[in-house]
């Protein structure tokens, strides 16, 4: 009962969902692009800030792009190639593009300081970046240091129609001076490289499905940045288990996504374009989702039928005034990933949307998805849902031994969305996978007798409180469901009698909410040794380009301070 081919799990699967998936469907990624420009041609592909371009027009312009990088600038197989760019159009056309040429895509976050950059771009290799005039300063401050040969340049307005391009970009860098000066001699624009590819034969590399499609850097908040090498076989594999999971509720060729997590995030990579481009879906790209009223005007103007993000981003819309006013009726799908969703999020949201918050898990280690939430559960139910196909998920002890049903140990995976290993790091790959083929995930958890999954915490986050384990994510559930909490963190902090305790950091919603009055929930709600001892009041958390509060910021602040 507690092996590793007990799967209580397929007994649960949603109407029509296969236990495993089709493979060999697609050979490479470059195989399901083609299908799909090919399928889907006059269908609306991407669109923002008011231009659409369809899957005919994605494939012509991916191909330009694709012979720029092959004929122009000496581009081979397997050569990397960075992105550093929020969701504009350039995103997927260079994407696309750069899978075309056969070569690998390392996506960077725009946000990264240069030490970050410098680090990617020579670790990866990388020969060519592509990025947004409002970052180009951090690329030229190490242009010099790294490998990288060619720079692309674009703004934010290039693929815009004219005169909108023109007025975007001008006003971006003149009046709003989002654009800091920099100089890279060398560097192409966009457009001229898309020129520049226009009406010649794109040679087609043999791309295996073993190759490397994409190298996903992670682990920067917990350390050096590794970059996880995810091949054509991880990525197929994880879109076919991702839409073979949605297959009953979507239809081909209608669906509408709002993507307003970054492009360069697996969640949004996977799930958002490349699973959505399989099906034909139309995705609205949100380039600075932080702006919240300008996020909830943008819905106001799509008849949208999915949405994912993070729990932060589902309450930061709760809590932005009109999102309760727009029309939900078309919505049939939110799904939540990155970071825990929170019961008091999920529970106001159907309340306000119609629409189930549906919890889904993984990490970039997996491309990402691990299990899903069945999308026609009636109300969230605290778990991070099933495996999806061909996958395999066990609670393991901390010497490796399979545990049973309802005991709490740590999640790891098995499955052909399973990285290949971290780039050049092979020490690093024995660590999180061992010699069975387990992806050790760092998460404890627990599964119920259906096959339905429990984070209960991170290793690394657990709080000790006299030998009990604490696990910030129930005390965080706990005091958000506080009408007077906008957001609240929970770590531990060092104590002489219980080696550690108990702080929350919280963010009001209410300004006359008091220490006392979240003392006096937490006693209701919580045991003692799981109440905190210390809370502290703040106007902002600390958080991950994609809104993930980050608690390591929060405990090295702590331990500054003493």
């Given at each position: 009962?507690?092996?590793?081919?007990y799967?209580p799990?397929?007994?649960?699967?949603?109407k029509?969902?296969?236990h495993?998936?089709?493979l060999?469907q697609?050979?490479?990624?470059?195989?399901?692009?083609?299908?799909?420009f090919e399928?889907?041609r006059?269908?609306?592909?991407?669109?923002?800030?008011?231009?659409?371009?369809?899957?005919?027009?994605?494939?012509?312009?991916?191909?330009?792009?694709?012979?720029?990088?092959?004929?122009?600038?000496?581009?081979?197989?397997?050569?990397?190639?960075a992105?550093?760019m929020?969701?504009?159009?350039?995103?997927?056309?260079?994407i696309?593009?750069?899978?075309?040429?056969?070569?690998?895509?390392?996506?960077?976050?725009?946000?990264?300081?240069?030490r970050?950059?410098?680090?990617?771009?020579v670790?990866?290799?990388a020969?060519?970046?592509?990025?947004l005039?409002?970052?180009?300063?951090?690329?030229?401050?190490?242009?010099?240091?790294?490998?990288?040969?060619?720079?692309?340049?674009?703004?934010?307005?290039?693929?815009?129609?004219?005169?909108?391009?023109?007025?975007?970009?001008?006003?971006?860098k003149?009046?709003?001076?989002?654009?800091?000066?920099?100089?890279?001699?060398?560097?192409?624009?966009f457009?001229?490289?898309?020129?520049r590819?226009?009406?010649?034969?794109?040679?087609?590399?043999?791309?295996?499905?073993g190759?490397?499609?994409?190298?996903?850097?992670?682990?920067g908040?917990?350390?050096v940045?590794k970059?996880a090498?995810?091949?054509h076989?991880n990525?197929?594999?994880?879109m076919?288990?991702?839409?073979?999971w949605?297959?009953s509720d979507?239809?081909?060729?209608?669906?509408?996504?709002?993507?307003?997590l970054?492009?360069?995030?697996?969640?949004?990579?996977?799930?958002?374009?490349?699973?959505?481009m399989?099906?034909?879906?139309?995705?609205?790209?949100?380039?600075?989702p932080?702006?919240?009223?300008?996020?909830?005007?943008?819905?106001?103007k799509?008849?949208?039928?999915?949405?994912?993000?993070?729990?932060?981003?589902?309450?930061?819309l709760?809590?932005?005034?009109?999102?309760?006013?727009?029309?939900?009726?078309n919505?049939r799908?939110?799904?939540?990933g990155?970071?825990?969703?929170?019961?008091?999020?999920a529970?106001r949201w159907?309340?306000?949307?119609?629409?189930?918050?549906?919890?889904?898990?993984?990490?970039t280690e997996?491309?990402?998805a691990?299990?899903i939430?069945?999308?026609?559960?009636?109300e969230?139910?605290?778990s991070?849902?099933?495996?999806?196909?061909s996958?395999?998920?066990?609670?393991?002890?901390?010497?490796?031994?399979?545990l049973?049903?309802?005991e709490?140990?740590?999640?790891?995976?098995?499955?052909?969305?399973?990285?290949?290993?971290?780039?050049?790091?092979?020490e690093?790959?024995?660590?999180?996978?061992?010699?069975?083929?387990?992806?050790?995930?760092?998460?404890?958890?627990?599964m119920?007798?259906k096959?339905f999954?429990?984070?209960?915490?991170?290793?690394?986050?657990?709080i000790?409180v006299?030998?009990?384990?604490?696990?910030p994510?129930?005390?965080?559930?706990?005091?958000?469901?506080?009408?007077?909490i906008?957001e609240?963190?929970?770590?531990?902090v060092?104590?002489p009698?219980s080696g550690?305790?108990?702080?929350?950091?919280?963010?009001?919603?209410?300004?006359?909410?008091?220490?006392e009055?979240?003392?006096a929930?937490?006693?209701?709600?919580?045991?003692?040794?799981?109440?905190?001892?210390y809370?502290?009041?703040?106007?902002?958390?600390?958080?991950?380009?994609?809104?993930?509060?980050?608690?390591?910021?929060?405990?090295?602040?702590?331990?500054?301070?003493?």
């Open positions: 009962m507690s092996g590793s081919n799967r799990w397929l007994n649960n699967y949603p029509g969902v296969p495993e998936i089709d060999d697609y050979p490479s990624i470059l195989s399901l692009l083609e299908s799909c399928r889907f006059h269908r609306p592909a991407f669109s923002n800030m008011g231009r659409t371009i369809s899957y005919g027009e994605l494939d012509t312009l991916s191909r330009q792009f694709a012979v720029f990088l092959v004929n122009e600038l000496n581009c081979s197989k397997g050569d990397r190639i992105m550093m929020p969701n504009v159009l350039q995103y997927p056309i260079a696309c593009g750069a899978l075309r040429a056969g070569m690998v895509v390392v996506n960077t976050n725009p946000m990264y300081t240069a970050e950059l410098r680090h990617q771009l670790d990866s290799g020969k060519v970046i592509v990025v005039d409002n970052f180009a300063e951090t690329v030229a401050s190490v242009n010099k240091d790294t490998p990288t040969e060619h720079v692309v340049t674009t703004g934010i307005g290039d693929m815009l129609s004219f005169p909108k391009s023109v007025i975007t970009n001008f006003v971006v003149h009046v709003k001076k989002m654009v800091p000066p920099y100089d890279i001699p060398g560097a192409v624009r457009r001229d490289a898309l020129r590819g226009a009406g010649k034969p794109l040679p087609k590399p043999e791309v295996d499905a190759d490397i499609a994409f190298l996903q850097y992670t682990g908040t917990t350390g940045a970059g090498m995810l091949t076989r990525m197929i594999a994880n076919q288990q991702a839409s073979a949605i297959s979507m239809t081909e060729g209608e669906e509408v996504i709002v993507t307003a970054p492009l360069y995030h697996i969640f949004a990579l996977t799930a958002n374009c490349l699973t959505f399989k099906i034909g879906g139309h995705n609205h790209l949100i380039t600075n932080r702006d919240m009223p300008g996020f909830v005007a943008e819905l106001g799509i008849r949208y039928t999915s949405l994912t993000g993070v729990n932060t981003l589902f309450n930061g709760l809590n932005t005034p009109g999102f309760e006013k727009l029309d939900f009726s919505l799908m939110t799904l939540g990155g970071m825990a969703v929170q019961r008091s999020v529970e159907k309340r306000v949307t119609g629409s189930t918050l549906a919890e889904a898990y993984g990490l997996t491309s990402p691990v299990c939430n069945p999308l026609d559960i009636s969230y139910n605290g991070i849902g099933l495996p999806i196909s996958t395999d998920v066990t609670i393991q002890s901390d010497d490796g031994q399979i049973p049903v309802g709490t140990g740590e999640l790891c995976v098995r499955g052909p969305q399973v990285m290949k290993g971290y780039w050049n790091r092979p690093e790959t024995a660590k999180i996978i061992d010699p069975q083929g387990w992806l050790h995930t760092g998460d404890i958890a627990r119920d007798e096959g999954f429990y984070i209960v915490d991170r290793k690394k986050d657990m000790l006299s030998g009990f384990n604490v696990y994510n129930e005390i965080e559930d706990v005091v958000a469901c506080m009408p007077g906008l609240v963190a929970a770590i531990g060092p104590d009698k550690e305790a108990v702080k929350l950091v919280i963010v009001k919603k209410d300004p006359s909410l008091t220490e009055a979240i003392r929930h937490c006693r209701t709600e919580l045991t003692g040794y799981k109440q905190p001892k809370i502290e009041f703040r106007d902002s958390l600390p958080k991950s380009n994609v809104g993930k509060i980050l608690r390591r910021e929060l405990r090295e602040e702590q331990a500054k301070a003493g």
